[in-house]
């Protein structure tokens, strides 16, 4: 774009320096919408410079080669300051696209994915299941009588234990498992190409890291168990709502059990 100001402005510089480096300081103009730094800057406006000065050199006086350069680096410092707000406001932009992605997404207190992306990871890991014949677990997770910590030691002690329990669940799972906050205090994991034998092991070592748990607050240690409830996928499964269903029953089979252990739904 520079460089086409370039030729039209060394055609009208008959007319003058001045009236013929406006060519170029109209591309300028558009430079900031198209250079992403400094460095970029420097080599979108280097080229079509040195162009017009040798242009410029073989056809008009100094005193008209000085005005003309003086012009030509007023307007370069105008595009480049033009760039640096356009670049400001583009990160803004991205920062703030980023952040409603996020906060879409994921839970604002543990920092773990929220309901709704799970919903949509649920839904996929059921269809590609259904699709290549691969196992698939879903585990249903509560935590034993959270309302009496919150009532005992205040809801913020409640809300450090939730935090707790979130990251101690996410380091017993693999990269590939998917793992989010289903509402309260339940959670709720996604365990693709899965055997139910392998998920029974996987939810016992998540309830002996919980118990194990201890969070300080300011005038007790607290600890808290959970109970869970899985279901692997079955022919009979509709949808993964129908699955879903099943670990959620068995998850209250576990609490009808007495808590802190793991049960399966048939």
């Given at each position: 774009?520079?460089?086409?100001?370039?030729?039209?402005?060394?055609?009208?510089?008959?007319?003058?320096?001045?009236?013929?480096?406006?060519?170029?300081?109209?591309?300028?103009?558009?430079?900031?919408?198209?250079?992403?730094?400094?460095?970029?800057?420097?080599?979108?406006?280097?080229?079509?410079?040195?162009?017009?000065?040798?242009?410029?050199?073989?056809?008009?006086?100094?005193?008209?080669?000085?005005?003309?350069?003086?012009?030509?680096?007023?307007?370069?410092?105008?595009?480049?300051?033009?760039?640096?707000?356009?670049?400001?406001?583009r990160f803004h932009a991205l920062t703030i696209e980023r952040k409603l992605i996020r906060?879409?997404?994921?839970?604002?207190?543990?920092?773990?994915?929220?309901?709704?992306?799970?919903?949509?990871?649920?839904?996929?890991?059921?269809?590609?299941?259904?699709?290549?014949?691969?196992?698939?677990?879903?585990?249903?997770?509560?935590?034993?009588?959270?309302?009496?910590?919150?009532?005992?030691?205040?809801?913020?002690?409640?809300?450090?234990?939730?935090?707790?329990?979130?990251?101690?669940?996410?380091?017993?799972?693999?990269?590939?498992?998917?793992?989010?906050?289903?509402?309260?205090?339940?959670?709720?994991?996604?365990?693709?190409?899965?055997?139910?034998?392998?998920?029974?092991?996987?939810?016992?070592?998540?309830?002996?890291?919980?118990?194990?748990?201890?969070?300080?607050?300011?005038?007790?240690?607290?600890?808290?168990?959970?109970?869970?409830?899985?279901?692997?996928m079955m022919d009979a499964d509709g949808s993964w709502e129908d699955q879903l269903k099943?670990?959620?029953?068995?998850?209250?089979?576990?609490?009808?059990?007495?808590?802190?252990?793991?049960?399966?739904?048939?």
């Open positions: 774009m520079l460089s086409s100001g370039v030729i039209l402005a060394t055609a009208q510089l008959d007319g003058g320096l001045v009236e013929g480096v406006g060519g170029i300081v109209l591309g300028l103009f558009l430079v900031p919408f198209i250079a992403n730094g400094a460095s970029h800057f420097a080599i979108t406006v280097t080229p079509p410079a040195l162009l017009f000065i040798l242009c410029s050199v073989a056809q008009c006086t100094l005193p008209e080669l000085a005005r003309g350069l003086l012009l030509y680096g007023s307007a370069v410092v105008v595009a480049f300051m033009q760039m640096r707000i356009a670049i400001a406001i906060d879409a997404t994921h839970d604002t207190l543990t920092g773990i994915h929220n309901r709704g992306w799970l919903a949509q990871q649920a839904a996929l890991a059921f269809s590609a299941a259904r699709r290549y014949r691969t196992e698939l677990v879903f585990v249903m997770l509560d935590i034993d009588f959270f309302k009496r910590v919150n009532d005992t030691h205040g809801h913020q002690v409640g809300d450090e234990v939730l935090k707790a329990v979130a990251r101690t669940i996410q380091g017993t799972l693999r990269e590939s498992d998917h793992f989010g906050r289903f509402g309260g205090e339940e959670f709720f994991c996604i365990l693709p190409h899965t055997s139910k034998e392998t998920a029974m092991q996987c939810a016992e070592r998540i309830r002996q890291a919980v118990a194990a748990l201890e969070v300080q607050s300011a005038d007790a240690v607290v600890t808290v168990t959970i109970s869970i409830g899985l279901a692997a099943r670990s959620d029953e068995a998850l209250y089979l576990a609490k009808q059990s007495g808590r802190n252990c793991v049960r399966l739904s048939d």
